[in-house]
């Protein structure tokens, strides 16, 4: 069973360019969230994919934005960059109804091993 | 008040120690907790959900207490291999974004 897959692993960037990153989910998973985490901090939330559309998103400027495809997996793109999205990419994919069991939904995200990216 | 507030650690210690950490988090509503683990420069991987009062799984309990609004990660019998940054995750329903503390660094030396 292949887990969350993310390319590519390192990215160097110039300021002003443009860079896309890609997700492909866990098997059997609907919806792929994306994370950026800067050094030493928590992971912060970008935005939700599920059922091709954004369904939550976080405090990202619109230079951010996103894609989902038919088969689950997903995209980033992030426009005009600066030095300060510097940072490590994460993609998580979950079941949207939850993992199966229990009264409480679950939304056991598993994350991918992440794009490292650079600008510079 | 921040969402989620964690130890600022590092915390170091030696083989075989017990170390605690404590995680508050501000949403009253978050119904169940994540426990993640992440090591330097990797994903975070999910060490233990809880859905109730607690949890336990061999040398990790997490106990929660939804009246004070906290969650805490007791380690028994430190490993080395425990060395690692743990992250508090409190959500409110599926489908929801993870809102992430920023982590409590932990060194297990011998």
């Known amino acids: 069973d292949a887990g969350v897959t993310q390319s590519p692993t390192h990215l160097i960037k110039t300021r002003g360019q443009q860079v896309t990153l890609r997700c492909s989910p866990k098997?059997?998973?609907?919806?792929v969230s994306w994370y950026q985490q800067a050094l030493g901090q928590g992971p912060q939330f970008i935005f939700q994919?599920?059922?091709?559309?954004?369904?939550q998103r976080g405090n990202f400027p619109d230079r951010f934005s996103g894609h989902q495809f038919p088969n689950y997996s997903s995209e980033l793109n992030v426009n005009a960059l600066l030095l300060g999205d510097s940072a490590l990419y994460l993609c998580?994919?979950?079941?949207?109804?939850?993992?199966?069991?229990?009264?409480?939904?679950?939304?056991?995200?598993?994350f991918g091993p992440g794009t490292r990216l650079t600008v510079l | 008040r921040k969402e989620v507030e964690q130890d600022p650690g590092p915390f170091n210690v030696p083989e075989g120690a017990t170390v605690a950490f404590n995680c508050t988090y501000s949403?009253?509503?978050?119904?169940?907790f994540f426990w993640y683990r992440q090591d330097c420069r990797k994903e975070p991987k999910l060490l233990m959900s809880?859905?109730?009062s607690g949890n336990e799984d061999g040398r990790f309990t997490a106990q929660l207490n939804r009246a004070s609004q906290y969650i805490s990660l007791l380690i028994r019998d430190s490993k080395l291999s425990d060395s690692a940054t743990y992250l508090c995750?409190?959500?409110?329903?599926?489908?929801?974004?993870?809102?992430f503390g920023k982590g409590t660094t932990l060194s297990v030396s011998s």
């Open positions: 998580a994919s979950s079941l949207a109804a939850g993992e199966p069991g229990g009264t409480i939904p679950r939304n056991e995200q598993f």
């Open positions: 098997s059997g998973h609907d919806t």
């Open positions: 994919y599920y059922e091709e559309e954004e369904r």
């Open positions: 949403n009253s509503a978050s119904q169940s």
């Open positions: 809880v859905y109730s």
């Open positions: 995750v409190p959500f409110n329903q599926a489908g929801t974004a993870l809102i």
